[in-house]
């Protein structure tokens, strides 16, 4: 993990290459409700960033607006960049399609298609122009063994993924993203719908992962974040109170609405 | 209705060897394509009718329609230029010519039967036999008062008349319009309609109802029905043929357009077939035939259109 | 104080449980009105009609004769009625839908068109019948054709369409939308492969409702002058046909009394055609009733 | 490890990228949407089409009749020879009578169906009669006109032996039962919607099931109910076929239903199957009709519309 | 407080004229699921009874046992007795209508009818036969007044007891009970619906309410138990572990699971 030996503060160049996402001043509103407040955070390659706060406190919203997800919402305006492999991702010319090709997302529920599993993980590969029946199995099957759910399914790829439990689908989900390859992962309290043996298990693939993928992970589970991250950020109100290494943060935070908060004095 | 169903019976199996003999030897006939259209008189509908359904038989790929719109109705689409021809239950009106000819449409008149427009009453009126013209014009002439039958004869039952007309649309209205009410406005309390079935109906169903309608409607309906006597005379073939059933028996028509006869094969065909068997069929369905000369001379007629 | 004197209301109870029976048998008695309708009318039309359901009835044409009379061009013009208003209802029904339920903002436009849209659900099928004749018989020349019969009769059930795709639209869940999103997929390749393959029973089985009441419409089939002596299949769009309610309305209305029994057997038939249609809808919506 | 993987994902990516078919995808994204929206204004364009061709044709309508005749007239009698009238009140008392008659037989027949299925049913029994009820909204309009003919009529002149063969109060009825399930299963969702707390709060006090429904869930339900009914009623004043068969076709201006009676639907359909021809004062009546009974739908509609959001439920 | 001096286990004539409820090896089942098993419980006059337990233990089953209400699930199937004033409830003759009249209750969420206020107090007198208006009217304000809010409603009694807020439109469903002066009060979770300003003006209205009434209220906020309640019944998975006087099981309970519970062990 060379990246991981890099302190902070080293000259601008050299992070430079190794910085997936670099928040700067980031503000956003749902109508008048302002929900991210001056974010700068820089996120980097092949780390797992995760992102803890009480509930409401726009962790949410933060990891929607690295994919431009939150646009879904009508109301959404933002302000300030979010740099994206050194491109601005609210440029006007930047495409989300391209950019959510790059950055896979994995949601709080389980949300696979309402069709086969093979149909799902070939659905990213198929929606951007990939026909070939042979490439679609190998990808399909990378992407299976990847997200650690190729022995179950191999059998039966062609039946419906509701058939699956709970945490089975969220790893075909996770399988899902994996099969457009992208470069960073993007996770919404992946766990937080699943009982305790398959949260162990998605938390055993995230570990894996992240030597392959930039993984950013929101979870209300202090312990998950403590156990799986490498940096913690904690979020409050909309704002970015601390973030640094996340045994830092577990241990001597700076800040004392931090320490409050992993204490759980509130939230 | 019972001889009437034989009468039909026979039409069918003469039309039955006829659509042999058609498909064994002339080919040509058989093979004919096309669409033929025509609207106009319910009066004729019935005759229309039987020559499609037979007609149908005989040249199975020639669509002819033919709607039902009452006489006036007809005229209009052909005067619009949508049909081909058109059926009346009266001769074409001057106003109605005039159009024509300002539509560029030429046109050739073809007799197809001889009808007795039919004064009737249900079979459970069993007062009015027998009326006269002007028991008729009493009655159906609108002078703003409610009609009874006391009012046209003391004897008969101190009981409203109910009315039932064609619709102004039908050439049967205008007929009776213009030979009995002398064009005076028919009484508002009818029930109008351009359906005929719906005048046997309403007509049948009240013994205190009076309608009027074509001879072979009556003749379909004679078991619910009664057709009153006119100054005496009862409707049936001799009278209506020889004209003694006046003023009510009447020729019907049909007028066909001069170009489409021309230029349209399956018209000429299905013009020529509903010559050759208008009569069989008119009183297959209870009119009256014409005398074989005219059914000739219309034929003649049209062999020269072709 | 009292006020409440229990002993009376105890006494009193009785005649109030008396009451709510007597009402409980009311009310299920109108509410039995209802099926014992249903049952004097299927035993009506299949006790006249059924003598007349022979395979010979679906082979002839009409007659003036009731017993040769024949059912095939009101059932063939209503089948190819339906091959029109199918495909055209459908694809502005669902285009519609996806349009207010995907892409439209909340603007004056887009509640017109809403608005729009649940008043025309009220205006009287005759209604519909005029501007059938107006434009498309007339004004576009297309005549009394299945063609003409067909956009009518499509812009009449449009609107059930509409709202029956809607819903069916909005029941597919926010999230596999956003995982469709997630995965970089357009606007355009979501709704076409995710959201529209997970609403179409729930849109098949509306519109097929919404033709089921397109096959038995008649009012705008007689405005727009749909004849009823035809003798011959239609072959193209822009033939003219006859179509089942119209052959019924003719042999419903003829003085005759045995073409009441023929009428009942066109009834028959046309009961039949909604029978199938709505069994297919049924069967579509257990087969795939919702997964997530 | 961490090249070779990375090799991996270039692959895919790659793909991706030399994937062809992009920029379609773009125009596509681009031209949907107008090509929608093309489409959803074809439901527009009918409302507009229907407005205008009513109004167009009911402009030429009015140049040869005076609206005040038209609108306050007594007489419809448009097939005279020498003074047309077209009065049109004769043909909305008919429709009226009809409408009313209908609304006599189904709205007591409706609610109390909706009582009993949303009050008083087991749910075996509600799964057996909602199908049925459906089955009986289901049935094509022509089918009830058939019916109130042939058995309807015929059944009522046993005990009214005045009544005529065509007359109001069949086909009256025959619209009510064609309305019923309408108005039942409407009004059965206005009664369920109210929430099963409030009824247990008056069960818990005492009341018979009978108190709880009319006094506390038929008052809470009661602008969805009454919506229920206004559109039922909008559906009965625009039935066409069952008054066109059953109700004859002799406008009259009085209040016997035992008559031949005509309603608006019915005059339009009589002179459509008639086909007075392009142009006639008869022609042009129809549309002048047709958009009184528009108007009257649209009326119902609104108020139906009105009612149900103005008077909404506030539990 | 008379009936509280007396002790346990006093001459069985004495206690019987004091006892309101004799639940007797009652048992309830929805379908297979057995929820209520052997209860026995007496219930005295002019007490407050509070019923504990976790979630899904069978309070709110039993407490609508007592009126009856239970049966309004078709699947519901009981064995025992529930003498109620010395008469079984279960008995085919007797009416469920005439127990109701007698026996009020107040539900978890306040669900007043969506009338005016004056005509939710009304209502209950109404349907048993009082018409007359001056009667009606002394009825209104006894009871509102009886439940505290009087003086809050008074002027707008003709408006919509929906524009109230949950706390007061809680005491008007209490208001609503009294009209019909009943003999027992059954109040399932009563306030949980509630804040706590509106909780306590509740407590305090149930504390008055007892020199009237009887009541049985289930909570799951023990300290409201213990505030407000003179015996608890522990329920535990259908069974009553332990039933006292208040002090006594919130001090010195027999059963360990009853101090488990108590102490926040579980539940
Ligand atoms: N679609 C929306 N419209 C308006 N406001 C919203 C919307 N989504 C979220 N918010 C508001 O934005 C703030 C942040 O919401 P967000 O969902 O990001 O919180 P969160 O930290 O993810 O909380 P949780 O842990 O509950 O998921 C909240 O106050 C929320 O109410
Ligand atoms: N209508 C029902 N049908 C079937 N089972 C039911 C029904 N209502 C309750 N139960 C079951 O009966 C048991 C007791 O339920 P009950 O509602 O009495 O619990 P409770 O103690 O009131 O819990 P809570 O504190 O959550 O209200 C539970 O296991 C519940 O699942
Ligand atoms: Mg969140
Ligand atoms: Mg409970
Ligand atoms: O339809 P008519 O024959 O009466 O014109």
Redesign the pocket.
């Known amino acids: 993990m060379m990246v991981q030996t890099l302190e902070k503060g080293t000259a601008k160049q050299m992070v430079a290459s190794s910085i997936v996402y670099d928040t700067q001043k980031l503000n956003l509103w749902?109508?008048n409700?302002h929900?991210l407040k001056n974010i700068d955070l820089q996120i980097k390659e092949n780390e797992v960033t995760a992102i803890i706060?009480?509930?409401?406190?726009?962790?949410?919203?933060?990891i929607?607006t690295l994919n431009r997800m939150v646009e879904l919402?009508p109301?959404?305006k933002t302000s300030g960049a979010i740099l994206y492999r050194e491109r601005n991702i609210f440029d006007a010319n930047y495409g989300v399609e391209e950019l959510r090709t790059k950055v896979g997302m994995v949601f709080?529920k389980p949300n696979p298609f309402p069709k086969s599993i093979y149909d799902n993980i070939a659905y990213g590969p198929r929606i951007h122009g990939i026909k070939n029946k042979k490439v679609l199995d190998e990808i399909v099957e990378k992407s299976l063994r990847g997200a650690a759910i190729w022995e179950e399914v191999k059998d039966r790829l062609t039946t419906n993924a509701y058939s699956l439990s709970g945490g089975q689908q969220q790893r075909i989900c996770i399988a899902r993203c994996l099969a457009i390859e992208p470069d960073v992962i993007l996770m919404?309290?992946p766990t937080s719908a699943l009982d305790p043996i398959s949260t162990l298990k998605v938390e055993e693939l995230i570990q894996e992962l992240k030597q392959d993928y930039s993984i950013i992970i929101?979870t209300?589970n202090m312990q998950q974040a403590a156990r799986i991250s490498d940096k913690t950020a904690f979020?409050l109100n909309?704002e970015v109170v601390e973030f640094d290494k996340t045994d830092v943060i577990f241990s001597t935070p700076e800040d004392n609405r931090t320490e409050d908060y992993i204490s759980g004095r509130f939230g | 209705a019972c001889g009437d169903d034989s009468t039909a019976d026979e039409v069918e199996n003469e039309t039955g060897t006829e659509e042999a003999a058609a498909t064994g030897d002339t080919q040509d006939e058989a093979t004919l394509e096309g669409q033929v259209s025509g609207d106009g008189s319910s009066t004729v509908a019935p005759i229309m009718e039987a020559l499609v359904e037979e007609y149908a038989a005989v040249q199975e790929k020639v669509k002819v329609t033919v709607g039902v719109s009452g006489t006036g109705g007809g005229f209009e689409k052909f005067i619009a230029g949508t049909t081909d021809f058109s059926n009346a239950s009266r001769p074409i009106k001057d106003e109605e010519k005039a159009e024509l000819e300002a539509a560029g449409i030429d046109y050739t008149e073809f007799k197809l039967a001889n009808d007795g427009l039919t004064v009737v009453v249900s079979k459970d009126n069993d007062w009015v036999e027998d009326v006269t013209v002007e028991d008729l014009k009493k009655m159906w002439i609108e002078d703003g008062t409610t009609k009874k039958w006391s009012d046209i004869n003391a004897e008969w039952p101190d009981e409203e008349i109910i009315f039932y007309s064609p619709g102004t649309d039908s050439g049967t209205y205008d007929y009776f319009d213009e030979v009995i009410l002398d064009e005076a406005d028919l009484v508002k309390a009818a029930t109008l309609s351009e359906d005929d079935n719906v005048l046997v109906q309403g007509v049948q169903a009240d013994k205190n109802a009076i309608g009027f309608f074509g001879y072979a409607y009556y003749l379909a309906n004679q078991d619910t029905l009664k057709a009153v006597k006119i100054e005496g005379v009862e409707p049936n073939n001799e009278t209506i043929e020889s004209g003694e059933y006046s003023p009510l028996s009447r020729p019907l028509f049909t007028y066909v357009s001069n170009k489409a006869l021309a230029e349209n094969a399956a018209l000429y065909d299905f013009m020529e077939y509903s010559l050759e068997n208008a009569g069989d069929m008119a009183e297959a369905v209870g009119y009256v035939r014409l005398p074989d000369t005219e059914y000739e001379k219309g034929l003649s007629t049209l062999e020269a259109l072709k | 104080m009292r006020y409440v004197n229990h002993e009376a209301v105890v006494k009193k109870m009785n005649k109030r449980l008396i009451v709510n029976g007597i009402f409980k048998a009311i009310f299920l008695a109108a509410t039995l009105f209802a099926l014992l309708v249903l049952g004097v009318l299927f035993y009506r039309i299949i006790s006249q009609g059924v003598g007349y359901l022979t395979p010979e009835f679906f082979q002839n044409f009409g007659s003036r004769v009731p017993e040769k009379a024949g059912i095939k061009a009101a059932l063939v013009g209503s089948i190819w009625l339906m091959c029109v208003v199918a495909p055209v209802s459908i694809i502005l029904g669902v285009g519609t839908a996806i349009y207010l339920e995907e892409y439209a903002t909340k603007n004056k436009l887009n509640n017109f068109i809403r608005m729009n849209i649940s008043n025309l659900a009220g205006v009287p099928s005759v209604v519909f019948g005029l501007l059938g004749l107006t434009i498309f018989v007339r004004a576009l020349a297309l005549g009394n054709s299945v063609l003409a019969a067909g956009f009518t009769m499509s812009l009449l059930i449009l609107p059930v369409i509409i709202v029956g795709s809607q819903e069916a639209i909005r029941a597919v869940p926010q999230d596999v939308r956003e995982a469709s999103y997630g995965m970089g997929a357009t606007k355009w390749q979501t709704i076409i492969n995710i959201v529209l393959p997970s609403a179409i029973p729930g849109i098949i089985t509306g519109a097929i409702l919404a033709l089921s009441r397109a096959v038995g419409e008649t009012a705008p089939l007689v405005v727009i002058g749909i004849p009823v002596i035809v003798h011959f299949l239609p072959d193209n769009l822009l033939s003219q046909f006859t179509a089942l309610p119209m052959q019924i309305y003719d042999w419903a209305k003829r003085p005759q009394e045995a073409f009441q029994y023929v009428s009942s057997a066109g009834i028959l038939v046309l009961m039949i055609f909604l029978l199938l249609m709505n069994s297919v809808a049924i069967f579509i919506r257990n087969k795939f009733q919702k997964r997530y | 490890m961490g090249q070779k993987h990375s090799a991996d994902k270039l692959s895919v990516q790659e793909l991706i990228q030399n994937s062809s078919g992009k920029k379609q995808r773009k125009i596509i994204e681009k031209m949907i949407p107008i090509i929608l929206l093309l489409i959803a204004s074809v439901s527009v364009l009918t409302t507009f089409g229907i407005v205008g061709t009513l109004i167009v044709e009911t402009v030429i309508f009015f140049k040869e009749v005076k609206i005040p005749d038209f609108l306050f007239g007594t007489e419809w009698y448009p097939f005279a020879n020498t003074e047309q009238l077209f009065g049109i009140l004769p043909l909305i008392v008919g429709t009226l009578k009809v409408t009313a008659i209908a609304v006599v037989v189904a709205v007591p027949f409706g609610i109390a169906s909706a009582i009993f299925l949303s009050e008083y049913a087991t749910d075996k029994s509600r799964r057996i009669i909602k199908p049925v009820l459906e089955v009986l909204a289901g049935v094509p309009t022509i089918v009830y006109g058939f019916f109130a003919l042939t058995f309807v009529t015929p059944l009522l002149q046993q005990f009214i032996p005045d009544l005529k063969i065509f007359n109001a109060l069949s086909p009256g009825i025959v619209v009510g039962v064609m309305i019923l399930p309408m108005i039942a299963s409407l009004s059965e969702d206005a009664m369920s919607s109210v929430p099963n707390s409030i009824r247990e709060g008056a069960l818990a006090m005492g009341s018979t099931k009978l108190e709880v429904a009319l006094k506390v869930v038929l008052p809470a339900a009661l602008s969805g109910i009454t919506a229920s009914v206004v559109l039922a009623v909008s559906r009965a004043i625009g039935e066409t076929m069952i008054v066109s068969l059953a109700g004859g076709s002799t406008p009259k201006f009085d209040l016997n239903i035992t008559e031949s009676i005509q309603t608006m639907t019915a005059y339009i359909v009589q002179v459509s199957s008639g086909d007075a021809g392009y142009g006639t004062t008869i022609y042009y009546s129809i549309y002048a009709v047709g958009f009184t009974l528009f108007l009257f739908t649209l009326l119902m509609n609104y108020l139906a519309h009105v009612i149900s959001k103005k008077y909404r439920e506030e539990y």
Chains 1, 5 share one sequence.
Request: charged share 15%; glycine share 20%.
């Open positions: 749902y109508g409700h929900a706060g009480p509930s409401g406190c726009g962790k949410s919203t933060y929607k919402v109301t959404v709080q919404d309290e929101v209300h979020f909309g």
